[in-house]
């Protein structure tokens, strides 16, 4: 396997602020006033480091509403034309 | 030999109805909104799955013994097909019950990822009918039936899922509840002036 | 379908603007406005057969055709992520959830076979076996209605369209949203995972296209990409629909060339009524422009550094004597009750916002009430399924960049706008 990080993906319409992930990966995830989690990287898909892509995994598991998907890394962004696909 | 075969399916079985109960208690609890007190909030689902795993285990352990014990008479189709069994055939039906729905819990759960959120929640909803037909079954099946201490057992599991169920469904939610407060009047549109266009772009 | 080569689609908005306007009493889309079919075919012709689809994609790259729904997506790149996939679907999107924004209603009443041109042409380039008209319920609809039947009756639509209405709500054109509809649940976003592009309506690639970018469309691809450049700027080509209302003399929908000074665009509309004082940019999750700034061209790179852009070119004129911040907070507390309230962050944070910023508009005197506005923006940004708390967040840091003064005053008390309220009233 290689030492990649990964991306942490977190599908706002069935998260319901249950806790679990920012319990378990408290390195990434902190939380808001309402109890969802909150990038500490400010970034919408925070950014999973290598020797925490098992511990996401974990977490992606676990979450009692599927809503978590560890995603690789994007590619980056070209330097003229930005992404190929319209942003979502 | 027989007798330890016997003797072994009653003795699993009955772990597998504690271990059941306690796997309803935490699957009652995973939903309160708040961790078991003293456990993060994490335990909770991975209680419920080691002990249902532990659960399943167990029932293959009581439901092994007993298929190769031949005063039990019981035949591979019994596992599937209800109120066909030789021996007690009700009562015998209700565990089959009882085991084709926790066999559906368990492949379901493992492919939950795959099935989705929202079909994955049907069918759990469903099982959860696999505990009192445990229950039912335990009562009516086998040569422990009707004893003091079987009752006495069973009453206690029945208890535990009762006060599981009086946790989630009569204690507050927390006070941050993922509702949030409820949107603020003024769904009108606020135009500054009114908008009247009807002509064609001038 | 060959995929575009990225290293010639430069974003090229960060050329310095040269405006190039329409010509007095010039338009395109106006003047092509025809509900007739019959004088619409007299006037523009048929569509030119779809001969080489590569080429007219690059000639649509070449000629900087971006979308007019409000996120300016380059066209071409959006057409050729669609047409890489199997049985695509199309839709043209005229909900017009934003509430001051009259364009798409316009096209609808007034260029309906423009869309529709634009609509097949879409269509036939990504390969597309089913084509949708996305329309709000009311006359636009019946006005859709009378023209896809002209239309079947002349044999003009080869994928053959279908109407679905959109509901009354501002997130009803988001994108994701429209793919929902059409699928028979709500009109409500989607997680962004998967995205509409490569898998949308019953997972079939989706190319939900703005009405106005269509009817753009079809006229380019009769009179060529070089003849679409000749006005706007090279950033942001072409000319698009301003719908200017508030404090303005005459309010409407506007066809003015990209670049034109917003002072120009307001004096179209009849010029100020009242003493100017600043203009919401983009919509209402747009951001505020002062008056005092009449000579910035309304385009991309104009309206950066306001932290504005041109949007689905709205234009709301705020006029001395009304107070900006209470405008902001009605706007504010309007785009919290129309969230779709799915997400947490969203559903919470924007109600939040919108009680703060009223507290500041209802002149509490708390100064941390600005601090715990910037905290909530910080907390609901990009925290979401879609864009609309992003709007939010925009209109209210905007809020807090344009009217310091206003602040000040609302913070000792007073407004300078608003009269004060009668002795012994509660604020």
């Not at chain 3, 939900?208 to 380019?220: C, G, K, P, S, Y």
């Amino acid at each position: 396997m290689s030492r990649r990080g990964a991306r942490l993906h977190i599908d706002w319409t069935a998260c319901e602020g249950r806790g679990l992930c920012s319990e378990m990966l408290t390195e990434i995830l902190a939380i808001d006033d309402w109890g969802y989690p909150l990038a500490r990287d400010g970034r919408p898909e925070p950014a999973v480091p290598h020797e925490l892509v098992a511990h996401a995994r974990r977490a992606e598991r676990l979450c009692p509403r599927l809503a978590l998907r560890v995603l690789p890394e994007p590619p980056p962004t070209r330097p003229q034309g930005g992404s190929q696909l319209p942003p979502s | 030999m027989n007798e330890a075969l016997w003797y072994t399916g009653r003795g699993a079985g009955l772990v597998t109805l504690v271990l059941l109960t306690v796997v309803v208690a935490l699957g009652v609890a995973s939903r309160a909104g708040r961790p078991l007190p003293g456990l993060p909030r994490f335990a909770t689902p991975v209680l419920h799955r080691n002990a249902s795993l532990l659960a399943v285990v167990l029932l293959g352990v009581h439901v092994g013994s007993l298929l190769f014990d031949p005063y039990a008479q019981l035949r591979l189709v019994d596992l599937m097909l209800p109120f066909a069994g030789a021996y007690r055939p009700l009562w015998l039906g209700l565990g089959t019950l009882a085991f084709d729905l926790v066999v559906a819990l368990v492949i379901t759960s493992l492919l939950r990822s795959r099935l989705g959120a929202t079909a994955w929640r049907r069918i759990h909803w469903a099982a959860y009918a696999a505990w009192p037909l445990a229950v039912l079954h335990g009562l009516g099946t086998g040569t422990d039936a009707g004893t003091a201490w079987l009752r006495a057992v069973t009453a206690v599991c029945v208890l535990t899922v009762a006060m599981a169920g009086a946790y989630r469904l009569l204690l507050p939610d927390p006070a941050t509840g993922p509702l949030g407060p409820p949107a603020p009047p003024g769904n009108r549109d606020p135009r500054l002036t009114p908008l009247t266009i009807s002509g064609p772009p001038r | 379908m060959t995929m575009l080569d990225h290293r010639e689609s430069r974003d090229r908005r960060t050329s310095t603007d040269d405006y190039r306007p329409l010509p007095p009493g010039g338009g395109r889309l106006l003047l092509a406005a025809h509900p007739d079919l019959a004088t619409h075919r007299r006037h523009l012709g048929l569509l030119p057969p779809l001969a080489q689809p590569a080429r007219l994609l690059a000639e649509i790259d070449a000629a900087g055709l971006r979308g007019r729904g409000g996120a300016g997506f380059p066209t071409a790149r959006k057409l050729a992520a669609v047409a890489a996939g199997r049985s695509p679907v199309v839709i043209a999107n005229g909900a017009e959830g934003e509430p001051a924004s009259a364009k798409d209603r316009t096209l609808w009443a007034h260029a309906p076979h423009l869309i529709l041109d634009g609509l097949q042409l879409a269509g036939a380039l990504v390969g597309a076996r089913r084509a949708i008209g996305y329309v709000p319920a009311g006359p636009s609809t019946a006005s859709l209605r009378r023209a896809l039947a002209d239309r079947e009756a002349a044999g003009a639509d080869p994928i053959p369209v279908e109407i679905v209405e959109a509901p009354d709500r501002f997130l009803a054109g988001e994108e994701s949203a429209v793919v929902s509809r059409i699928e028979g649940k709500p009109a409500l976003p989607r997680d962004t995972l998967r995205r509409v592009v490569v898998a949308g309506v019953d997972g079939h690639p989706t190319l939900v296209q703005n009405v106005e970018t269509l009817a753009h469309l079809a006229l380019l691809a009769r009179f060529g990409g070089a003849w679409f450049r000749g006005v706007g700027t090279s950033g942001d080509p072409g000319t698009f629909l301003a719908t200017v209302s508030g404090a303005v003399a005459a309010p409407g929908v506007y066809e003015v060339a990209y670049g034109i000074p917003l002072g120009d665009l307001l004096e179209r509309a009849g010029g100020w009524v009242g003493r100017p004082q600043a203009c919401l940019v983009g919509g209402y999750g747009g951001a505020w422009v002062p008056a005092d700034a009449a000579d910035v061209p309304v385009s991309t790179a104009g309206l950066r550094p306001f932290g504005a852009a041109p949007g689905a070119g709205v234009v709301v004129a705020l006029p001395a004597g009304a107070c900006g911040l209470r405008a902001a907070a009605d706007i504010t507390r309007y785009l919290a009750g129309q969230g779709a309230r799915q997400c947490g962050p969203c559903r919470n944070g924007l109600p939040q916002m919108a009680g703060t910023l009223t507290r500041l508009a209802d002149r509490e005197r708390s100064p941390a009430l600005v601090a715990e506005l910037e905290r909530l923006t910080r907390l609901v940004e990009g925290r979401g399924a879609c864009h609309h708390p992003d709007g939010t967040v925009r209109l209210v840091r905007s809020t807090l960049r344009t009217f310091p003064a206003e602040i000040d005053r609302h913070l000792a008390g007073t407004c300078g706008q608003e009269p004060m309220p009668a002795a012994g009233g509660a604020r």
